[in-house]
């Protein structure tokens, strides 16, 4: 080995770069990984969005009402209109809420000590329903109901993640009773989080729009109104949508309200991921592509340099080794190759990790990633290197050893 | 005439060569046709997104403004702190973009489409995708009218109630497209159709919607907040993009202007480099930071170049080992008086058509690709009206790779071939490296 120093130093350079790409890609390809398997935090199957608007003045049936109670008092009724109907389980109204919706609020939430005047957050102003709608789940296992009871008297509940990007705790159980204070002026108390909801499905929860909290909608907020989202019982979607527009304009309509339209949320999931799925896929073809690649290139250096040996695998042949001594040997070779490399290869992958070239989860550096990316890598490696040596070197060794010297 | 047939012995000889190792030389040429195939993809997805295509043609020479960015002096605002970023008012933007004279067209549109009710008399209402204009909207656009004409500057000033819609629209709505004149309520509000266009790919993000409406028509040129703020966004149209300095000073002179009245009552802008090019409007999502177009740029270079010098790195590595089994042949050839001359131009020819037939590979590949279903995966999913892959597709890139990837081959080859070719004859024929 040590007779091929020279070539072998050229061969230990490829493999360490090639092994930091690896070292790369898994880490990309963790992140995505990672992201696809977090829970959602909540469930649209059988949901759908109400488009609920206001006649416009220059409408012939527009209506000027005297008081924002009255206005509101007819949306209400609008809802409960919507409830009665048979298919519909439960309903809610809300303001830059409801998944898959590009518009977003967001505002200062103190907790206890910590100031988040830097760092605001999501709020989503929903009413007591959308629990039971979006199907929410508190942290400490509180029920759908149980959280809108909250939300009615304590005005805000934040996700159970809402100090982890800022101050790095876990989980706001250990909390509850303390003060937070939204906007900077209102002071109330912290009696419950709920289970992190996803900002889409390919954000992670560690994100920036993964931490959120809900804030109890009052009628200031029915000019901003997205709609009024419902949850279907189970089997009863079938032509929900069609049934309710053929409705929209004899029952549905109170006042100046009325139903513009219905969109399920597999359509919103649809048309809300495109841009993360193409991104995603960008990366996985990328990924793919440069594997093959790297394949190739091993497979094919280690092919002929093995294919280079078959006089030396002759001779060691002929000497008296038997087949699993060489494969033993050779295979060997290449594995130490790797291994002498793989301390440079971890030192580069972690200055990568820590001048932030790699690809953000929690944070840049985190050890279980960082791990499993470079094990990974290294498997990947090892395998090609494998490869790469086995089947040129069986080859070499199935012609007699006569004929092998022979042929050089 | 000598050399020309000297040129063609060299090629003679050099596939001949070739094809005396064709398992190494097919993993060099897929190697590279893989690596100006995925250039060449990705390059297309990025291409769709700024090519000009109809009815977004005029992508080159436009700049557009979303939203603006506002904050005032009593929140104690700054460019990063307690600003609101968001459209802008019809106000706003009679008071700045109308008042420009350079560009060729100007208009004022709602960047989101809105979801209205649609209803005709014996139908069950639907939902469908509004977007609300003025006039200037028909001349930065380039829509095909199947029956009808666009709404017109009258039209805008007087807030008639008139509607262009598309053809899918046309058949759900009246059965045919020809319905010009014809009614229909759209949020509860009669208009008349006055024009149909030909379906649009919802890849033009700022033309595409199912029915367009003057914005005078339902009351979105009054909505406002922080006063001057509202739901519209503005496209100029320059006569060319070498006009844009110039276009942006004017855009600055009135802004200018416009800041230092608003300035009164304590409003302040945040101009945030804008207006944006399309490839810069295309790179800054959100309407609160700035654009970091270095960033995007520097991030683009390194998929690049990852993608070029992996394969790049594998393919030289390969290359050495192949020609250091040559090391005889060169030897031999040079014993009988072949010239060092002669044996590099062999080897550029080699790598030449390496890198050619792998670059037709590449390009054929990624030319079916986008043909077999692949449009569909270049735009994620998203419907392809219009879009043609001459369109998107960008020979100087396809140049550059080819280039790059030949260096590299030539390089690979040249650097153990000049070695092979000095080394002593003897020792070369041994097939040793000394």
């Known amino acids: 080995m040590l007779a091929e120093w020279r ?38 199957d059988h949901c759908y969005v109400l488009r609920v608007k206001e006649l416009a003045e220059v409408s012939p049936d527009y209506k000027a009402y005297e008081s924002r109670e009255d206005r509101y008092k007819d949306l209400l009724t609008l809802k409960e209109r919507i409830l009665a109907r048979p298919e519909v389980e439960a309903a809610t109204w809300s303001s830059n809420a409801i998944p898959y919706n590009p518009n977003n609020s967001t505002s200062q939430l103190d907790i206890d000590t910590f100031s988040m005047a830097d760092a605001p957050m999501l709020i989503r102003r929903v009413d007591p329903d959308f629990f039971k709608v979006f199907k929410i789940e508190g942290a400490n296992g509180e029920t759908a109901e149980q959280l809108g009871e909250i939300l009615l008297k304590e005005r805000i509940i934040p996700s159970d993640n809402a100090l982890r990007r800022k101050a790095g705790i876990r989980s706001l159980k250990e909390m509850y009773g303390k003060q937070m204070v939204l906007g900077g002026h209102d002071t109330l108390t912290l009696r419950a989080s709920f289970k992190p909801m996803k900002y889409n499905d390919y954000a992670t929860v560690h994100g920036w729009a993964g ?122 070779e290449g594995e130490i190759l790797l291994l002498s490399v793989t301390p440079f290869a971890i030192v580069i992958d972690y200055l990568l990790t820590h001048y932030e070239f790699t690809s953000w989860y929690d944070g840049y550096f985190e050890p279980v990633h960082f791990c499993v990316s470079v094990l990974a890598a290294w498997i990947l490696m090892a395998l090609m290197i494998g490869v790469g040596i086995y089947f040129p070197a069986r080859r070499a060794m199935s012609i007699s050893p006569a004929a092998a010297m022979k042929s050089e | 005439m000598t050399t020309m047939k000297t040129k063609n012995r060299y090629f003679k000889q050099a596939w001949g060569s070739l094809k005396k190792q064709p398992l190494l030389s097919i993993v060099s040429i897929a190697g590279t046709a893989l690596a100006i195939f995925l250039i060449m993809i990705i390059v297309m997805i990025d291409e769709v997104k700024v090519a000009p295509f109809a009815p977004e043609s005029n992508r080159e020479r436009w700049l557009v403004q979303t939203g603006a960015s506002i904050g005032n002096k009593e929140w104690g605002s700054t460019p990063d702190n307690k600003s609101s970023n968001g459209g802008m008012s019809y106000e706003l933007i009679r008071r700045t973009f109308y008042e420009m004279k350079l560009p060729i067209a100007a208009s004022a549109f709602t960047w989101s489409n809105m979801e209205s009710h649609l209803s005709v008399p014996g139908k069950i209402p639907f939902g469908a995708r509004r977007k609300d204009t003025d006039h200037g909207f028909w001349k930065v656009m380039d829509f ?278 000095r080394t002593n004859i003897v020792n070369s024929l041994t097939g040793e490296k000394k």
Not at chain 1, 7 to 13: C, E, L, T, V
Not at chain 1, 322 to 332: E, H, L, W
Not at chain 2, 317 to 339: C, D, N, P
Request: with cysteine.
């Open chain 2, 144 to 421: 095909t009218f199947i029956t009808g004409h666009p709404f017109e500057e009258a039209d805008v000033e007087s807030g008639r109630q008139v509607a262009v819609i598309n053809e899918t629209l046309a058949r759900k709505l009246f059965d045919t497209t020809d319905c010009e004149g014809r009614e229909f309520s759209i949020d509860h509000v009669p208009y008349r159709v006055c024009g149909v266009v030909r379906d649009v790919s919802n890849l033009t993000t700022h033309a595409d919607a199912d029915l367009w409406v003057p914005l005078t028509s339902n009351g979105t040129d009054k909505f406002t907040w922080c006063t001057y703020m509202g739901s519209l966004s503005c496209i100029i149209v320059a006569p060319s993009k070498a006009d844009f300095p110039a276009v942006r000073e004017e855009y600055n002179k009135v802004w200018d202007k416009f800041e230092s009245e608003a300035g009164e009552a304590g409003w302040e802008f945040y101009r945030r480099q804008r207006p944006y090019d399309q490839f810069t409007a295309v790179n800054t999502s959100a309407s609160n930071m700035e654009p970091d177009m270095a960033g995007v740029r520097r991030h683009n270079f390194l998929v690049y170049a990852i993608l070029l010098l992996i394969p790049a790195i594998n393919l030289s590595s390969m290359t050495q080992s192949r020609l250091r089994h040559r090391r005889e042949e060169i030897g031999v050839r040079r014993a009988f008086g072949a010239t060092r001359m002669a044996i590099m131009s062999e080897i550029f020819i080699e790598s030449l058509i390496i890198t050619i037939i792998a670059g037709l590979i590449g390009l054929l590949l990624s030319i079916a690709f986008i043909f077999l279903g692949g449009k569909s995966v270049l735009a994620g999913g998203a419907d392809v009206t219009g879009l043609s892959l001459g369109m998107v597709f960008n020979f100087r890139v396809f140049g550059i790779s080819l280039l790059f990837c030949f260096l590299m081959n030539l390089i690979s080859a040249t650097v153990p071939s000049w070695q092979a070719s």
């Open chain 1, 7 to 44: 070539a072998n130093i050229w061969m230990a350079i490829e493999l360490l770069l090639v092994s930091v790409v690896l070292f790369f890609l898994a880490d990309n390809i963790y992140t995505v990984i990672a992201t696809l398997n977090e829970p959602l935090g909540f469930n649209t």
């Open chain 1, 211 to 332: 931490a959120s909290m809900f804030e109890r909608i009052n009628g200031h907020y029915l000019g901003f109104m997205e709609g009024i989202s419902v949850r279907v019982k189970d089997n009863m979607d079938k032509d929900f949508q069609e049934n309710l527009m053929a409705d929209a304009d004899k029952r549905l309509r109170v006042g100046n309200w009325y139903v513009a339209s219905v969109d399920s949320f597999d359509f919103l999931k649809d048309e809300f991921n495109r841009n993360s799925v193409a991104e995603m896929r960008n990366v996985i073809i990328c990924a793919l592509f440069l594997l093959v690649n790297i394949f190739l290139g091993i497979l094919g250096t280690f092919w002929f340099r093995t294919q280079q040996r078959k006089r030396e695998i002759a001779l060691r042949m002929v000497s008296g080794a038997t087949r699993s001594d060489i494969f033993k040997r050779i295979v060997g």
